[in-house]
């Protein structure tokens, strides 16, 4: 299993794949944070294609063709396995040949057909909770990937919509998505958006990810899902969201002290 329940999982990495300076450099930041950190499980990880964007004319990234070689070379050069997000049944087995988590979007875990064209892959399997959903939902959701013999499940909160371009997290859902049997991860970066806030396009307050992280550790939570970005006010999604890598390891290393503390 890649999962450890002796690590805390870290699943991190910049929200597009937009090109390899930005890879390297949040993969390189990545790396001295594992350094210092072995008690962390890192999955460095990003997205080909933003295919749920505000408006037509934001940027999607590079496309599943560069976006995989891309998480293939971090793959090869830093040693971390990657995960990415991907919105059609048969991208599944492509996508399977590079990452070793296939990742399952919000919006679209309902989707019987993803989910288990993404369970045969024989990959991980990263479900993302959807905004829409009650963390007791979840129960079917995982019950379609264990019926597709998905070899391992992992879960996501990111938050629950009451519209208003809002997102409330309640923190007993680490709880009650646990007792399914599988890791509860908290997607802190996603939590925070405002979607379709910023004029047609998504914003977001980073100023609560440190919180919330933290909160969501000390609520259970098995992992942590946070995007960062060397410069995020230039990044071509989500950037009001993501952590400044020059911010993430002060981060995760107040995160790891509250997972030690809870576990203690």
Known sequence: MLFDPKKLLLLAGPCSLEN????????????????????????????????????????????????????????????????????ERQQAAIVAEVCDVLQIPAFLCRQTDLLLAAAATGRVVNVKKGQFLSPQEMEFVVSKLKQGKAKEIWQTERGTTFGYQNLVVDMRSFAQMKALGHPAIFDATHSVQQPGAAGGKTGGRREFVPPLAKAALAAGADGLFIETHPNPEKAISDGPNQIPTSELPALIASCVKVWAAVRS
């Open 20 to 87: 390899e300076k930005v890879c390297r450099a949040a993969a390189e930041t990545l790396t001295r944070i594992g350094k210092k950190h072995p008690e962390l499980k890192i999955v460095f990880k990003g997205s080909f294609d933003k295919a749920n964007r505000t408006s037509l004319s934001g940027d999607r990234g590079p496309g599943m063709d560069e976006g995989l070689a891309l998480l293939a070379l971090i793959k090869e050069d830093y040693g971390f396995p990657v995960v990415t997000d991907f919105h």
